[in-house]
């Protein structure tokens, strides 16, 4: 198996709002990650966690704050964001190196309106 | 990691083969030369990767020549639901924390 979960599936808010995305695994990983696709473009890393603790922040603005409580769990609290925030939000991971391969979720699509 | 080119698209006749190239001349000993599609809205699917030898699974093979200066992914017999953005991506992971850089992708539309 191996499946990664992403609710919400789509996700409308407004520039004030603050929301969460949520991320879940159940293969065992230990490598997580974070993707931000905009339209008509290939994904971009944003964060990578592992072992819960944050490896790599790809000079994301503050208001993307993510959050990995346990080694399945992965979170992305949104916050102040901007129009130009929406996109599709993909998450991933992988087993215990970062030379494993990596295995996405259905990604949560994301309207700020 | 290297830089990858593929043809932006691609067409095939469903039930014939697909053969999706990729060039990545400036690829290092120990990068993987990995392939993901995504259908349209949704996640980047895991297809294969390999680093020298073809590799086989059930969705497709990996031919990567000698030189490992470049590669091709076969789908060999095409249907409708291939319809995707096919990414090559020239990976190591350890170097980069596990960073996948994608590229722009071949389109590729197989048509009844």
């Known amino acids: 198996d191996t499946e990664v979960t992403q609710t919400p599936k789509h996700l409308v808010m407004g520039m004030t709002n603050k929301k969460s995305l949520k991320c879940e695994q159940h293969m065992g990983h230990r490598a997580m990650y974070w993707y931000k696709q905009k339209a008509k473009k290939p994904p971009e890393l944003m964060f990578v966690y592992s072992y819960e603790k944050l490896s790599i922040n790809e000079s994301v603005p503050s208001r993307f704050s993510p959050e990995c409580p346990n080694s399945s769990l992965l979170n992305l609290h949104l916050h102040a964001l901007q129009p130009e925030d929406s996109a599709l939000y993909l998450c991933?991971?992988?087993?215990?190196?970062?030379?494993?391969?990596?295995?996405f979720g259905p990604g949560t699509r994301l309207t700020v309106l | 990691d290297a830089k990858t080119t593929q043809p932006p698209s691609m067409d095939c006749a469903e039930g014939r083969a697909a053969n999706l190239p990729c060039n990545h001349s400036t690829i290092s000993g120990n990068e993987y030369v990995y392939w993901y599609r995504q259908i349209h809205s949704q996640g980047p699917q895991y297809i294969i990767h390999?680093?020298?030898n073809n590799e086989t699974n059930e969705m497709a093979s990996l031919i990567i020549t000698e030189d490992r200066k470049s590669s091709t992914l076969i789908l060999p017999h095409a249907t409708l639901r291939d319809t995707a953005v096919y990414y090559c991506i020239a990976f190591a992971g350890g170097t980069s924390y596990g960073k996948l850089t994608f590229g722009q992708g071949t389109i590729l539309t197989v048509h009844p």
């Open positions: 390999g680093l020298k």
């Open positions: 991933a991971s992988s087993n215990d190196r970062f030379t494993d391969t990596q295995y």
